[in-house]
């Protein structure tokens, strides 16, 4: 099941921190167990939906992983801007979410449990080096994907093998649906 966490208030107020997205993201969810995943700003939520999830302590309700796509590092809004203004103006929506990067320290420095990082190799927005570090923020078992030929946005792109590289993280065969 996919819960997305969203970025506005229904009175349109915009969530403007990370723990303010993981807080309406769990409000919202029952059932925290499972495998949790986010990408760029999302992998920052995912990552701290996952520590307050073991912090409450419910072992039924806590992810069995978490699957990192393209995570920027702490603060690392600083970096990404350049290269995003290089591509153009900046709309409003991405500074804010440079904004509640940049203002991001992570809650917990290890989680107990496995954290899989997927990261495209041409990926001009989020730093190899930074990226891959947020294997060391999990459990043995924690592995390291850059996937060939694709960039920031790979989860975006058709064709690519983003699927069946959650499959094998998963061990389940042609079970992940992706979204259309």
């Not at 409450?56 to 809004?77: C, I």
């Not at 203002?103 to 990926?123: A, C, F, I, K, T």
Request: charged fraction near 20%; proline fraction near 6%; glycine fraction near 12%.
């Amino acid at each position: 099941m996919v819960v997305p966490a969203d970025l506005e208030t229904r009175g349109g107020a915009e969530r403007t921190t990370i723990s303010s997205l993981v807080e309406h993201w769990r409000q919202s969810t029952s059932d925290r167990s499972g495998v949790y995943y986010g990408h760029s700003m999302g992998a920052l939520v995912a990552f701290e939906a996952a520590a307050a999830a073991f912090a409450d302590g419910d072992p039924d309700q806590t992810p069995s992983a978490v699957v990192l796509g393209s995570p920027p590092a702490a603060g690392a809004a600083g970096t990404a801007a350049p290269a995003l203004r290089q591509r153009g103006t900046l709309s409003v929506r991405t500074v804010r979410g440079l904004e509640r990067v940049r203002r991001y320290l992570p809650s917990r420095d290890v989680l107990p449990v496995p954290v899989h990082v997927l990261w495209g190799e041409l990926d001009g927005v989020v730093d190899e080096r930074d990226a891959r570090a947020w294997t060391g923020r999990g459990s043995m078992g924690s592995t390291w994907h850059p996937l060939r030929h694709a960039g920031h946005m790979f989860h975006l792109a058709p064709g690519g093998d983003v699927s069946a590289v959650l499959r094998d993280l998963l061990g389940q065969g042609d079970t992940v649906e992706e979204a259309a």
